[in-house]
């Protein structure tokens, strides 16, 4: 079949991505012109699956777009109680005699929201929205002037070899006036527009962490049901942005994560094992001792502020929620500003759908002006832990009103070469919890792809691996993968030699964009594998 004899189907909009921002997003556009034809595609098996966030939700955004949701809440929705801060060391720690301002919870909620996209999704659908998980768009589709004027969805049924398989099926074009990109932290589409349009030449470039969250259920009393924990400290160093979480449920779980932010500089640092060498804490251990993982996974966590935010606006498409690179770091929330900005794009586009205008349209909004007094946070600690302290205490202090912006630079250019890095001494500690290693942690994942599919880890030139990087940097997407994607093997040749070549796990991989993110050459691109596949995340 040729691209002529695609089936095609027609919206009057179109959203990529089935996450806060993009279901507020239909839901407030039905609110407002229920005569709007809308449509969201996702490319998880089911809403939800492939959604993973700490997380804690400050309500206002949801209160204004569904008024009655507390009378029936998400099936994970826990209220704030109590929130406390730890530096730790090896072997202990000292709480922070404050928690900052921005960290306090008080009338927020704890929430999976992952369950809780699932639990917006039929709420959506009552509205008019057509939903369609298990549907990965591969490319946007343009016009003659280059405007966007929808997607094409992925091919399903073709081998590793290009060759079509018995059931393949031809993905369709879906037409749309307005294509709404709500993609999530580097989303593929949008990287390439991004591109294509210029659309980050007055920003700085975008910033990112990777987060690696678990979910346990653990022994009888334990668990204080709305308890929040944060930690910061062992086991980074005091150069390398990191920080833990911890949240109390109900029913004997407990939800915690690690996050390390991508601009690390150590090139043996290892986020997947630092995230295990914590729980192994002190503090950490007795709660979790006795108890079982119900689900793992990881993402990455855009964290460039408001310096790093493109410009949201193309011809035929704009873009929301962390695919725009609106969560609030200080705070650690983004869910709140997915919400807003979904809502704010509802309401530019319900009555003349067009894209025009809704640039200007965010940044004169509250979803900015937040991002604005938190600008210099996180750019703070480049500097170091307590320098980082410090000017976050300045920046709160002052409102955000300092008279300065510090820059934000692209995290693969800011790992040292062997040699070049003063190597940290990782302090760490014998492990017993589980998982064992990263293959142990992909099967709490539920992670499924056909194996005989095309690799969706695109390397543009693997002899750099087994040469040059492996000189420069001893091959860090080794370590920096929480999959165990990426490996380096030997194969003995005819001649009796050995030779070195990468070989990618790809049916491994959690979609959490890592490595087309720190890949210090820039030669990894992560695209959409066959729709349906990845992680099958529970109540993450």
């Given amino acids: ?70 009378d029936n809440p998400p099936p994970i929705c826990v209220p704030a109680k109590e929130d406390e801060l730890w530096h730790l060391n090896k072997t202990g720690g000292r709480k922070f005699p404050l928690v900052p301002p921005g960290m306090q919870n008080h009338g927020n909620f704890i929430v999976s929201l992952g369950a809780m996209c699932a639990w917006l999704a039929p709420q959506a659908e009552a509205l008019g929205v057509e939903i369609y998980p298990g549907f990965a768009a591969s490319e946007t589709l343009h016009d003659d002037s280059g405007a966007v004027v929808g997607v094409r969805i992925g091919d399903m049924g073709i081998a590793k070899d290009g060759s079509h398989k018995p059931g393949f099926t031809q993905g369709i074009d879906i037409r749309a006036k307005v294509t709404v990109l709500a993609e999530g932290a580097r989303g593929h589409l949008t990287k390439r527009l ?22 346990w259920q653990v022994p009888e009393g334990r668990v ?27 029913n004997n779980q407990i939800a ?24 192994n804490h002190p503090m950490i251990k007795p709660l979790l001792e006795g108890g079982s993982i119900l689900s793992a996974g990881a993402r990455a966590i855009v964290t460039g502020g408001w310096q790093s935010l493109p410009k949201v606006e193309m011809p035929g498409a704009l873009l929301i929620g962390d695919t725009a690179g609106l969560l609030n770091v200080p705070k650690i929330k983004g869910t709140h500003q997915a919400i807003r900005s979904g809502m704010l794009a509802a309401e530019h586009l319900a009555g003349s759908l067009q894209s025009t205008g809704f640039d200007a349209r965010l940044r004169d909004s509250a979803v900015m002006r937040e991002l604005r007094q938190v600008r210099n946070i996180k750019p703070g600690f480049k500097k170091g832990l307590w320098w980082g302290l410090l000017n976050a205490a300045w920046e709160t202090v002052s409102g955000g009103h300092s008279p300065w912006t510090l820059r934000v630079k692209p995290d693969w250019c800011s790992l040292d070469k062997l040699g070049q890095h003063e190597q940290p001494r990782h302090d760490y500690v014998e492990r017993t919890l589980a998982p064992r290693d990263r293959l142990q942690g992909v099967y709490y994942a ?95």
Avoid at 63 to 69: A, K, N, R, S, Y
Avoid at 194 to 213: C, E
Avoid at 492 to 500: K, L, V
């Fill in 1 to 70: 079949m040729t691209d002529a004899e695609r089936d095609v189907m027609e919206y009057d909009i179109v959203t990529v991505g089935a996450g806060p921002a993009g279901l507020s997003f239909a839901i407030r556009l039905k609110q407002l012109n229920p005569e709007l034809s809308v449509c969201v595609i996702e490319k998880a098996s089911t809403v939800g699956a492939h959604i993973l966030s700490g997380a804690v939700i400050e309500p206002g955004p949801l209160d204004e777009l569904l008024p009655g949701w507390r």
């Fill in 194 to 215: 991004v591109r294509q349009f210029n659309l980050d030449a007055d920003s700085d470039p975008q910033a990112y962490s990777i987060g690696i969250k678990e979910l």
């Fill in 224 to 250: 204080s049901p709305g308890r929040i924990v944060h930690t910061l400290g062992w086991p980074a160093d005091n150069k390398t942005y990191a920080g833990s979480f911890l949240y109390h449920l109900e």
């Fill in 256 to 279: 915690l994560g690690y996050v390390s932010g991508l601009d690390y500089q150590d090139p043996e640092y290892r986020p997947w094992e630092a995230f295990q060498q914590w729980k």
């Fill in 446 to 540: 539920a992670t499924e792809h056909d194996e005989d599919q095309p690799v969706h880890l695109k390397v543009a030139d693997t002899s750099i691996c087994v040469s040059q990087c492996a000189e420069e940097y001893d091959n860090p997407c080794a370590r920096f993968c929480p999959a165990g994607v990426y490996e380096i093997v030997s194969e003995a040749q005819a001649d009796g030699s050995q030779a070195r070549r990468l070989q990618i796990n790809a049916a491994n991989c959690v979609h959490c964009k890592t490595c087309d993110i720190k890949d210090p050459y820039e030669i990894i691109t992560w695209v959409t594998p066959e729709g349906g596949s990845g992680p099958n995340y529970q109540n993450l």
